[in-house]
């Protein structure tokens, strides 16, 4: 069974930076982001495969960079100009093949502050 430790969320000002992390217990084929505001239904974020694929919500493009490292079964989230519509709590994604598996993190509070 995989399990993902997040940290990193915390409180920031519109227009600052954030760094989100998720360690896994093993090794996972792609992992990622989502998050949920209050009201909203649960979106992606960001996902990386091993091998260094990555995809991205339109509204982070350009702002947001997911990476891994492998070694440590770590992903990590860098969050830039942040702004307040980010508000929410984020939850690390983990998912396997052969077998097919995916795991939750317990999610980590991201707030920006106007």
């Known amino acids: 069974q995989v399990q993902l430790v997040e940290s990193g969320g915390g409180l920031v000002q519109a227009g600052g930076s954030l760094r989100l992390s998720c360690a896994a217990s093993g090794s996972i084929f792609r992992m990622g982001w989502y998050r949920q505001a209050p009201g909203k239904q649960r979106e992606l974020v960001a996902t990386?495969?091993?091998?260094?694929?990555?995809n991205y919500a339109d509204s982070v493009k350009g702002r947001f960079t997911i990476s891994r490292d492998n070694a440590k079964n770590t992903v990590y989230l860098q969050m830039n100009r942040l702004k307040s519509e980010d508000t929410a709590v984020y939850y690390c994604?983990?998912?396997?093949?052969?077998?097919?598996?995916?795991?939750w993190g317990q999610g980590t509070q991201v707030t920006v502050s106007s």
């Open positions: 994604h983990a998912g396997t093949v052969n077998p097919f598996s995916v795991s």
């Open positions: 990386i495969t091993r091998g260094g694929s990555t």
